[in-house]
């Protein structure tokens, strides 16, 4: 350090070294660390964190053992922790925190157990989940698409549960990289999580965005992973479920055509179906939806990740898994 200030040719004020070396004490001391796009950060208060309802956090444990199993547990939800290696970072193991959309306002534990060998160690952090505003969205729609019939109760029911058991598990392998795709290039709609209110009756809130394009768009998956389901539900019309590992679940809904099938490997980019308007809607978009860890989150959180500009995607890939993952050229495309 000294030697660094004695050599440095242009002069640093004492200033902007003191400020420099806050920067780099604080980066040390709080190992949590925001997205650009979250609530103005309380970062540094008390080690409290902040982000609004369907955002995503993320949390950096450093310092800990390369063998080291990291895992968090926040509102009773899972989240599994990954290792990351990054050029001129320090080492340190990464955990995504989803806040559900209808997390309730508030201040609750992050707590996370560090396990290496027969040693454990507990971690805790407080996460202030913030209320985020939502639109509120007046729908008219055909009255048998609100006021279901008995049958078309039962039919719903079915299809929650089959959806509920195919992403029941947090698959243990990181199959997603650090470059995320928007699934198409249309127009964002903004209504994460908007209330609904639909034919003057309140109705679940909107658990994804809605992306409007022309009927036939390509539709890409966001990462690499691994097809759970697919599905032609009463509401969400012909779907895809992807799982990219650890909990985290992206989905695709209201395609005219879906092109590939359950347990098909997908990588970033790849076309895994068009643009629709089957199911419920008023015409052709795509629905996109994301899970993390059972969190609804705003799927574009994931392209403000921080990881996203990195150059080689292999380079930040935690597990061997994901840079071993076959080519999915089998993929049968229906015609
Ligand atoms: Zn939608």
């Given at each position: 350090m000294t030697t660094a200030r004695i050599q440095t040719p242009t002069r640093i004020s004492r200033l902007d070294r003191t400020l420099i070396t806050a920067v780099v004490l604080l980066s040390s001391v709080f190992p949590v660390e925001l997205f650009p796009?979250?609530?103005p950060a309380s970062k540094g208060h008390d080690g409290q964190y902040s982000g609004k309802q369907g955002q995503v956090l993320v949390v950096k444990v450093q310092?800990?053992?390369?063998?080291a199993e990291v895992k968090g547990t926040f509102l009773k939800r899972v989240i599994p922790f990954f290792r990351e290696f990054r050029p001129g970072e320090p080492d340190g193991h990464i955990g995504l925190l989803g806040i559900d959309m209808?997390?309730?306002p508030g201040t609750y534990e992050l707590a996370v157990e560090v396990k290496q060998g027969e040693q454990a160690k507990q971690l805790s952090f407080h996460v202030l989940v913030a209320k985020e505003k939502f639109v509120v969205e007046h729908l008219k729609l055909p009255r048998e698409m609100v006021d279901l019939n008995e049958k078309a109760v039962t039919r719903w029911n079915a299809e929650q549960a089959q959806v509920k058991q195919a992403l029941a598990e947090n698959s243990r392998?990181?199959?997603?990289?650090s470059n995320f795709v928007e699934p198409v290039n249309g127009k964002r709609?903004?209504?994460?999580g908007s209330v609904r209110v639909m034919n003057g009756q309140p109705r679940n809130p909107h658990n994804g965005e809605d992306i409007g394009a022309p009927m036939g768009t390509d539709v890409a998956s966001t990462?690499?992973?691994?097809?759970?389901i697919t599905v032609d539900h009463?509401?969400?019309?012909?779907g895809v479920f992807v799982d990219h590992g650890l909990g985290f679940y992206s989905m695709y809904f209201h395609?005219?055509?879906?092109?590939v099938k359950d347990g098909d490997l997908v990588t970033a980019g790849q076309i895994i179906g068009k643009v629709g308007a089957t199911?419920?809607?008023?015409?052709?978009h795509l629905h996109w939806g994301v899970k993390l860890n059972g969190a609804r989150v705003n799927p574009y959180a994931l392209l403000d990740l921080?990881?996203?500009?990195?150059?080689?995607p292999a380079a930040t890939v935690a597990t061997p898994t994901s840079e071993s993952?076959?080519?999915?050229?089998?993929v049968p495309v229906k015609e």
């Open positions: 796009n979250t609530l310092g800990e053992d390369q063998a209808q997390d309730e392998l990181k199959l997603w990289h709609t903004g209504i994460f990462n690499d992973g691994i097809v759970r009463i509401f969400s019309g012909k395609l005219s055509e879906i092109l199911g419920r809607a008023t015409g052709p921080p990881f996203r500009k990195d150059p080689n993952m076959p080519n999915p050229q089998a």
